[in-house]
T-cell receptor, first 115, second 113 residues
Framework: DAGVTQSPTHLIKTRGQQVTLRCSPI?????VSWYQQVLGQGPQFIFQYYEKEERGRGNFPDRFSARQFPNYSSELNVNALLLGDSALYLC??????????????FGEGSRLTVL | QKEVEQDPGPLSVPEGAIVSLNCTYS??????FMWYRQYSRKGPELLMYTYSSGNKEDGRFTAQVDKSSKYISLFIRDSQPSDSATYLCAMSLSAGNNRKLIWGLGTSLAVNP
């Protein structure tokens, strides 16, 4: 079975541009979460979506937005990119909204570099 | 003070060594303690998790939680070059709250053949 898939794997943008990152959860998983991992740090929670509704938001500015589609795939959008947005963006899926510790599966991430 | 403290290393050991990775935390309400392994350019994968205090063993890996000291450990026995990765600890107040995981910085481990 395919795991969590993310695209693109790498991308380079310049300051002020906008970026869209995509995620397909494991088949049957209804919850998708997005995390930002800056080099040398642990992941920071950005959003969680379940059944197409936002169910949680981390401490990120409004430049960050996301949505979930009927097939449970998800997009993360970041507008007006800043140098500090350079990071690995991770998508994680789980079957339920309140999945337990063993139920969160991460994709390989999209590495964004902002110049 | 950060909620979770983890020495980023790097840690370099010879093949076959016993590796000890540690995290300390400040919030005594944490109940679930997780260890993730992250290979370069990959997402984190869950290695083990424990609930409350105690030990848990899985093959060459042992996780320990000492709630009285607010200290958790991951031991790797007979370490292999394939264990070279970054190890992240994560904690949560409850089981069903993935988005509220509090992560350490990760410890970079290199196992040399």
């Amino acid at each position: 079975d395919a795991g969590v898939t993310q695209s693109p794997t790498h991308l380079i943008k310049t300051r002020g541009q906008q970026v869209t990152l995509r995620c397909s959860p494991i088949s049957g998983h209804k919850s998708v979460s997005w995390y930002q991992q800056v080099l040398g740090q642990g992941p920071q929670f950005i959003f969680q979506y379940y059944e197409k509704e936002e169910r949680g938001r981390g401490n990120f500015p409004d430049r960050f937005s996301a949505r979930q589609f009927p097939n449970y795939s998800s997009e993360l959008n970041v507008n007006a990119l800043l140098l500090g947005d350079s990071a690995l963006y991770l998508c994680a899926s789980s079957f339920t909204l309140a999945g337990g510790p063993g139920e969160l599966f991460f994709g390989e991430g999209s590495r964004l570099t902002v110049l | 003070q950060k909620e979770v403290e983890q020495d980023p290393g790097p840690l370099s050991v010879p093949e076959g060594a016993i590796v000890s990775l540690n995290c300390t935390y400040s919030n005594s309400a944490f109940q679930y303690f997780m260890w993730y392994r992250q290979y370069s350019r990959k997402g984190p994968e869950l290695l083990m998790y424990t609930y409350s205090s105690g030990n848990k063993e899985d093959g060459r890996f042992t996780a320990q939680v000492d709630k009285s000291s607010k200290y958790i450990s991951l031991f790797i026995r007979d370490s292999q070059p394939s264990d070279s990765a970054t190890y992240l600890c994560a904690m949560s107040l409850s089981a069903g709250n993935n988005r509220k995981l509090i992560w350490g910085l990760g410890t970079s481990l290199a196992v040399n053949p």
